[in-house]
């Protein structure tokens, strides 16, 4: 079974960068895309990036394109999400999620890990 640990959230100012780390186990995930998706209140859940396992592609949502980078680490079995530039309306619960090539939806989530960007 999946599982994913997301870590290193916390409180940054405006402008400010912080990096956020996904520990995955349970299996190979040779055959994954891993992605990062957040939540604020009263919002709809957001997926802001993805990552092939194999590292051949990437995806950004428009809102953080040019911001936030996805990479991940096959030896430590670990997905980063790299953010600078930060805005208050990146505040929200970041979530790490897997889905396995073929499938459409992400069927393994993380706890959530609070961003919080002050003005």
């Known amino acids: 079974q999946v599982q994913l640990v997301e870590s290193g959230g916390g409180l940054v100012q405006a402008g400010g960068s912080l990096r956020l780390s996904c520990a995955a186990s349970?299996?190979?995930?040779?055959?994954?895309?891993m992605g990062w998706f957040r939540q604020a209140p009263g919002k709809e859940r957001e997926y802001v990036a993805g990552i092939a396992w194999s590292g051949t592609s990437t995806y950004y949502a428009d809102s953080v394109k040019g911001r936030y980078t996805i990479s991940r680490d096959t030896a430590k079995n670990t997905v980063y999400l790299q953010m600078n530039s930060m805005k208050p309306e990146d505040t929200a619960v970041y979530y790490c999620?897997?889905?396995?090539?073929?499938?459409?939806?992400?069927?393994?989530w993380g706890q959530g890990t609070q961003v919080t960007v002050s003005p």
């Open positions: 349970g299996r190979t995930f040779n055959n994954y895309v």
């Open positions: 999620a897997a889905r396995e090539i073929g499938r459409v939806d992400f069927s393994s």
